[in-house]
């Protein structure tokens, strides 16, 4: 038997979820992240607002499924429009000091950046896991690219990061909701985020990048013993 007991991970999302939800406030526009973190953020909302803890609250959702299941907790969901949003609460795949981000494993990183640029605060809830000193330390880099041509799309983006491959869980590639295909690469010990992000996003083919740089302005970490609050260095 092991000394110490093992974590359970879903345990530490759902608190650090919880704990991000306090920042909501009435009448705000938040915007639901997607994946197995933030699915525990629309369930802590909805029984917010069904305790009548928070009202007139508008969620905008990053994905499908997060629509899908904020609309069947009884949430109020609009489509995303040029308004800002107050709050956007999400999960990360990683982590930095200076709470950078990589985000896509879920498969909505698109949708999730187009949504939460226009979120006043980007709060990020994750277990400790994710937090790494550097981008790439433990997660590949998803990137969002055109379905038309896109084996000529893989070969450029091997000329600038040789490691990866196309996400394709079974017989066939992986879709996102956006009809896009994800490209995952491995990132290099040593690289510039912002340098490698502007010439991936240059690169013929790609949509964009799980690269969420200088955006979460908070993340809520959870460990096993308790729950930081990070805060984006000035």
Do not use: C, W
Not at 51 to 67: F, Q, Y
Not at 156 to 166: E, F, N, T, V
Request: proline fraction near 6%; charged fraction near 25%; glycine fraction near 10%.
């Amino acid at each position: 038997m092991p000394d110490h007991p093992v974590p359970d991970l879903e345990a530490l999302k759902k608190e650090a979820a919880v704990r991000a939800t306090h920042l909501v406030r009435s009448g705000m526009r938040v915007g639901l992240g997607t994946g197995s973190t933030a699915k525990y953020a629309i369930e802590e909302l909805a029984r917010r607002i069904q305790a009548g803890e928070l009202t007139d609250i508008t969620g905008v959702a990053t994905s499908e499924a997060s629509d899908t299941l904020a609309r069947s907790l009884g949430l109020r969901v609009e489509v995303l429009d040029p308004r800002p949003l107050d709050l956007a609460i999400d999960g990360a795949d990683e982590i930095d000091p200076q709470l950078n981000l990589i985000k896509g494993l879920g498969g909505a990183l698109l949708r999730e950046k187009l949504t939460e640029i226009q979120a006043r605060q980007l709060v990020i809830i994750a277990d400790h896991t994710k937090v790494v000193e550097r981008l790439g330390q433990k997660a590949p880099l998803p990137i969002e690219i055109a379905r038309f041509g896109f084996l000529s799309t893989i070969e450029r983006l091997r000329a600038q990061l040789p490691g990866g491959r196309l996400r394709q869980p079974g017989a066939q590639p992986y879709v996102t909701d956006n009809g896009n295909y994800i490209y995952d690469a491995q990132l290099p010990e040593t690289f510039d985020p912002a340098t490698l992000e502007r010439q991936l996003k240059g690169t013929l083919g790609v949509v964009d990048t799980g690269f969420f740089l200088g955006m979460a302005t908070h993340a809520f970490v959870a460990a096993p013993d308790g729950v930081r609050e990070l805060v984006r260095p000035a």
